[in-house]
């Protein structure tokens, strides 16, 4: 079997592939192909065993837009919720995104409630999207 430097390689035709790259863009094959072109030397390597259980989604992974929320509501009961709703159930269920810096200007301003039939949906929404 005849061993060949891939760098050196990739040097010499890669004109040929971004022309390649970009017609395959544009005609919509876009298969997905992960390469490391390195100057290092051949023989220096590092092997990588990934298991599938390591492929699991992460807390950051499961988490749902708003705009993700809003859509599963509508569609699974016709109701339309505000985002200012879906952060009322979501501090009610524990799950603090961030500090709100955007408080009104007086302590005594109202702010409308969820009511309880959107709140339920949208709790509904949350444990689909496994958030709660």
């Not at 760098?7 to 017609?23: H, I, N, S, T, V």
């Not at 009961?77 to 979501?90: C, D, E, M, P």
């Not at 301003?109 to 689909?128: F, G, T, V």
Request: aromatic share 10%.
């Amino acid at each position: 079997m005849k061993y060949f430097n891939l760098l050196d390689w990739a040097m010499k035709y890669q004109k040929k592939f971004r022309e390649l790259g970009r017609g395959l863009w544009e005609s919509g094959n876009t298969a997905e192909t992960v390469c490391l072109l390195s100057k290092l030397h051949s023989d220096q390597h590092i092997e990588v065993e990934v298991k599938m259980d390591e492929l699991d989604l992460t807390a950051a992974e499961s988490k749902a837009t708003y705009e993700e929320i809003k859509k599963y509501v509508l569609e699974h009961t016709g109701l339309k919720v505000s985002n200012l709703y879906i952060a009322q159930v979501k501090q009610k269920c524990g799950i603090i995104e961030r500090v709100n810096y955007n408080l009104p200007k007086s302590e005594n301003s109202r702010q409308p409630k969820c009511p309880p039939e959107k709140e339920k949906a949208i709790k509904e929404a949350l444990e689909y999207f496994r958030m709660i």
